[in-house]
Nanobody, 125 residues
């Protein structure tokens, strides 16, 4: 059972990145997916999540209007599209999966069962 996050890198302010979260060893169909990030010296924070049953989404205020979470169960993969990136978006981004077939998702890391290894995003000129 594993999640593999990828797609991070160095991008200039105002640029875009798409992060991917690929599952192996289990199917994402019955899991909510969350993206979290942790900047140096700061606590981990929830960025976005997408539910398992109806794909409803939640976003942190810092991500609203700029980030978009999606999932492709056929590919057993979730995504985080990040646009209009700012230096304060610099962090290691983690994806996580919460078991359960539910129309809701929450941005609380403690409820997630499986975590990926993280991918680093640096926004700098």
């Amino acid at each position: 059972v594993q999640l593999q996050a990828s797609g991070g890198g160095l991008v200039q302010p105002g640029g875009s990145l798409r992060l991917s979260c690929a599952a192996s060893g289990f199917t994402l169909d019955y899991y909510a997916i969350g993206w979290f990030r942790q900047a140096p010296g700061k606590e981990r924070e929830g960025v976005a999540c997408i539910s398992s049953s109806d794909f409803s989404t939640q976003y942190a205020d810092s991500a609203k209007g700029r980030f978009s979470i999606s999932r492709d169960n056929g590919k057993n993969t979730a995504y985080l599209q990040m646009n209009s990136l700012k230096p304060e978006d610099t962090a290691v981004y983690y994806c996580a999966a919460q078991a359960g077939f539910d129309p809701r998702c929450v941005l609380k890391g403690g409820v997630y069962d499986v975590w990926g290894q993280g991918t680093k995003v640096t926004v700098s000129s």
